[in-house]
Nanobody, 114 residues
């Protein structure tokens, strides 16, 4: 069973940065897309960014220019560098991997507040 473990969430002030990491285990292929989603209280889960095995990226308009997704295929990890954080970025962030099936991590809380 594929497992995803996120880390790096926390409480920061507006304008600060955080880096989220996600380790995928039990992956038997090198062809897959990984991404980050988030869900704020009372809202639907939404795509933040994703990245293909070839390195093509896709971002939500709300994070373009502030967030950067990257991956290390050898380590089977995906990262989300979040800069210039805003209170509206507050959410639980979930790592996602798309194989034949889709798998999710347990989520990590990001809170942006002064």
């Amino acid at each position: 069973q594929v497992q995803l473990v996120e880390s790096g969430g926390g409480l920061v002030q507006p304008g600060e940065s955080l880096r989220l990491s996600c380790l995928a285990s039990r992956i038997t292929t090198s062809i897959y897309t990984m991404g980050w989603y988030r869900q704020a209280p009372g809202k639907q889960r939404e795509l933040v960014a994703d990245i293909t095995s070839g390195g093509s990226t896709n971002y939500a308009d709300s994070v373009k220019g502030r967030f950067t997704i990257s991956r290390d295929n050898a380590k089977k990890m995906v990262y989300l560098q979040m800069n210039s954080l805003k209170p509206e970025d507050t959410a639980v962030y979930y790592c996602n991997i798309r194989l034949i099936n889709t798998y999710w991590g347990q989520g990590t809380q990001v809170t942006v507040s002064s």
